[in-house]
């Protein structure tokens, strides 16, 4: 009976420990560098959520490993539509990163690998016309580059 007391005591404390935690913050008081909680020795890991001054509205939902930003990172407008969206691995951009407008209309599409832009890109008109694409290499524009007009009519082709 004794070793189930102990185990159970163990399991208690290594899932508290281990759960995931919630947070609610201001605009001002997002962290640039380890984030970690008032009264708190382990930096933060779990979601945050900031929403705009004065407000209900939520304005960002990001969410933190050992203190610094890991996995989605997603922005809003105050109507609520989705403004930018993308993930980060050990405090980097990672991945696929997009923009909208208000309309809720794609406004870019961009690829990082480790905080660098590496990958396709692409831009669109508010309309939803393909504006330009074309790929990165290490943060630099590389390979054919085209840009559209807003009938999408192409409006000039570069090789880089």
């Excluded at 208690?12 to 560098?33: H, R």
């Excluded at 407000?55 to 890991?70: A, M, P, Q, R, W």
Aim: net charge neutral.
């Amino acid at each position: 009976m004794k070793n189930y007391t102990i185990i159970f005591i163990l399991l208690a404390v290594l899932s508290a420990s281990c759960s995931k935690k919630t947070v609610i913050l201001s605009e001002d008081e997002l962290p640039e560098d380890i984030f970690y909680l008032q009264d708190e020795i382990k930096p933060f890991s779990g979601t945050c959520y900031i929403y705009f001054s004065g407000t209900e509205i939520l304005k960002e939902e990001l969410n933190f490993k050992e203190g610094v930003l890991h996995g989605s990172r997603v922005s809003y407008f105050k109507n609520g539509q989705v403004k930018r969206e993308g993930s980060y691995e050990n405090g980097r951009y990672q991945g696929i990163w997009r923009g909208f407008n208000l309309s809720g209309n794609q406004l870019f599409e961009v690829e990082y690998k480790q905080d660098t832009l590496t990958g396709k890109f692409i831009s669109w008109h508010a309309t939803g016309v393909i504006k330009e694409k074309g790929l990165y290499k290490n943060n630099t524009r590389i390979g054919e580059w085209i840009r559209y007009d807003e009938a999408g009519m192409i409006t000039r082709k570069e090789l880089l």
